[in-house]
């Protein structure tokens, strides 16, 4: 299969480019939700490697209304992506879908009313999402809007989404993305990789499964112990339970990892970024995402790897 934009994998920003005409660019939100895993309706605590302060920009804060959060994000990426003149409001913080509908219905309609602003991209729980809610994210999408569901997923194995206290099974993910996909919901599934008891074969095995659920896109993370979390307390007792990768040996992975997916599953990201001031080491230095793109690229060509080579339909 030929990639578009000479890629040897199948990329989520060259496909909004094809669609709609320009890169849309994510503006990451705190609207202030919690999560059923950490206010006792599922568990407490939330999953062992959570500290989400790590994992959004500084101009996303719940101090701040949302329409202040979108013009302070979009300022922020200005200078970067100077051609860019539509945005997603990315609800990222917590558990996006975790409310009455009603509250649901204020917050995305005060985020689309930005004139800046197409669509969203609502990050949230396979147990947060229920049919009245997919429902009005279908009903958004018919009214014209981009509307993309992601589902923080993680792990293919209930082992290991038990032992990182996730509160749900794949089952209950699998059930959410197909419940997204039958009204027509562009869905991402979210997955960490190196998390405590899950091997490398492991993961490589998990493309089978990734590739079974009918979703939009994926995106993966490499995992980062983040500082003052249950997991960093884990790693330092037990770090032997963790596939711990250079950045050569990810750069390999990755590859491996693509060429199992399924060749039209569109690839969001290959690996995260957190802050230096939130984890006690970095493994692979300063390299930014950008530069990992780049290495990934070159490495895929060298190995003349392809999204997809060794995919077999089940």
């Not at 790590?54 to 701040?64: D, I, V």
């Amino acid at each position: 299969m030929e990639f578009p934009d000479g890629k040897r994998y199948n990329t989520a920003v060259g496909y909004y480019k094809r669609v709609y005409g320009e890169r849309l660019q994510k503006l990451v939100l705190d609207a202030g939700f919690s999560c059923p895993n950490r206010d006792g309706t599922v568990g407490f605590g939330g999953c062992t490697y959570c500290d989400n302060a790590a994992f959004h920009p500084g101009y996303s804060s719940p101090g701040k209304t949302l329409a202040q959060q979108i013009d302070e994000g979009i300022e922020f990426h200005r200078i970067r992506y100077r051609n860019t003149t539509h945005y997603l409001a990315y609800f990222q913080a917590y558990s996006n879908t975790y409310a009455p509908i009603a509250r649901l219905r204020q917050l995305y309609s005060e985020a689309l009313a930005h004139p800046s602003v197409v669509g969203l991209v609502i990050g949230t729980r396979p147990d947060c999402v229920d049919d009245e809610k997919l429902d009005y994210l279908a009903e958004l999408q018919e009214q014209g809007h981009v509307i993309q569901l992601e589902l923080g997923i993680e792990s293919c194995y209930d082992s290991v989404l038990e032992h990182i206290n996730r509160g749900h099974d794949f089952d209950c993910a699998r059930n959410a993305v197909e419940a997204a996909s039958s009204r027509g919901l562009r869905t991402c599934a979210h997955f960490i990789l190196g998390l405590p008891g899950e091997t490398r074969g492991m993961m490589l095995d998990s493309c089978d499964a990734i590739s079974s659920l009918p979703l939009h896109s994926v995106k993966f993370h490499q995992l980062q112990i983040v500082k003052g979390t249950a997991m960093e307390r884990e790693y330092a007792e037990h770090p032997e339970r963790f596939e711990q990768f250079s950045l050569d040996e990810y750069l390999d992975f990755m590859t491996d990892m693509l060429e199992r997916l399924r060749p039209d599953l569109y690839i969001e990201r290959v690996a995260g970024e957190v802050p230096p001031r939130f984890v006690g080491e970095s493994r692979w230095g300063m390299v930014r995402n950008f530069q990992i793109l780049h290495m990934l690229d070159e490495r895929m060509e060298k190995r003349d790897a392809r999204q997809g080579r060794l995919y077999s339909k089940k």
